[in-house]
């Protein structure tokens, strides 16, 4: 313990002492290394616990890197990315979004592997991926080459260029900028940054988290940037229409692919369908499985 040192270091010391997992370890030690006195004094103790520290992270992150490994990530019908420097505000976004609950802090690097939330929305299941900061060493450059959607999480917009980067491989994904904590700005910055993304012609939304601001709206823009038609079922008979998770395809599926996606080789047993909705001529329109559907069409399959 060293000379003079301040309550807030002799109970961050303590808790470290306490601590049960490499997490919260490593979280005193960072409130250790903040608050250890600045004296010439407390030099070699301030050496020690830096060193100590960077010990701690590696292998924290080599336990992540085999336990990502060994778990993998099944990606969802639906699968968006965040993607961002540290202290962007990825993990605050995931936890407004999904069910997730993140660990989120005012230092850096908080998130040191893939987290995964469920975002519920006009009854799709969209699958959110947390990744560590691109300047992590655990940051998985294979999820962000696979997935349907990059949202480009910044604080502040000079910060783009460097995340576009990191995600230059991945050329068939839809990208979303996503400006956080903009309740930290006043009218005037925010009409700025909106002008100058519109310049720039990128597909953006101004959010933040703590107020709700921009949520719902980036919602309704991670759905439609997928593209996909959503297509509802009504069981033979029951008046249920879109009460049920719709089937999700790619534009241009028939019902014999929503019939397939019910469940493999169902199509084999429907005689005939009756659809309502956009790609109807009238509601319960009698019509094959040939029949090319459209968003929020509503199916019901009678079978032999």
């Not at 480009?152 to 000079?158: D, G, L, T, Y």
């Not at 959010?207 to 996909?228: D, Q």
């Not at 019939?259 to 309502?276: P, R, T």
């Amino acid at each position: 313990m060293p000379i003079n040192a301040h309550p807030e270091y002799l109970e961050a010391e303590r808790k470290f002492h306490e601590a049960k997992t490499d997490e919260e370890k490593i979280e005193s030690l960072e409130e250790m290394i903040r608050t250890v006195p600045k004296h010439k004094g407390a030099e070699s103790l301030r050496e020690n616990l830096r060193r100590r520290y960077k010990k701690l992270k590696q292998e924290f992150a080599k336990k992540s890197k085999k336990r990502g490994a060994k778990q993998g990530i099944k990606k969802g019908d639906m699968q968006a990315v965040l993607v961002g420097l540290t202290n962007s505000g990825k993990s605050s976004l995931l936890k407004v979004l999904t069910n997730a609950q993140p660990k989120i802090a005012s230092y850096g690097f908080t998130t040191t592997e893939p987290l995964i939330g469920t975002l519920f929305y006009k009854g799709c299941n969209i699958q959110i991926i947390d990744l560590p900061p691109i300047a992590s060493e655990n940051f998985d450059k294979g999820i962000v080459n696979n997935t349907d959607t990059l949202l480009i999480v910044v604080e502040k917009i000079n910060e783009i260029g460097s995340v576009l980067e990191s995600v230059k491989n991945n050329k068939n994904a839809k990208r979303i900028i996503i400006v956080t904590k903009i309740d930290q700005y006043n009218e005037e910055t925010k009409r700025k940054i909106t002008e100058t993304l519109k310049a720039k012609r990128y597909n953006f939304i101004l959010v933040s988290a703590a107020t709700n601001e921009g949520i719902e709206e980036l919602k309704e823009k991670i759905l439609h940037s997928f593209g996909v038609v959503r297509i509802f079922t009504k069981h033979e008979g029951k008046n249920n229409q879109k009460k049920n998770i719709p089937v999700v395809l790619p534009p241009g599926a028939t019902l014999l692919e929503v019939a397939e996606k019910i469940l493999h080789g169902f199509s084999k047993k429907v005689k005939y369908a009756k659809i309502w909705g956009p790609s109807s001529k009238f509601p319960g329109q009698q019509v094959g499985l040939k029949h090319q559907v459209k968003d929020q069409d509503i199916v019901e399959f009678f079978t032999e």
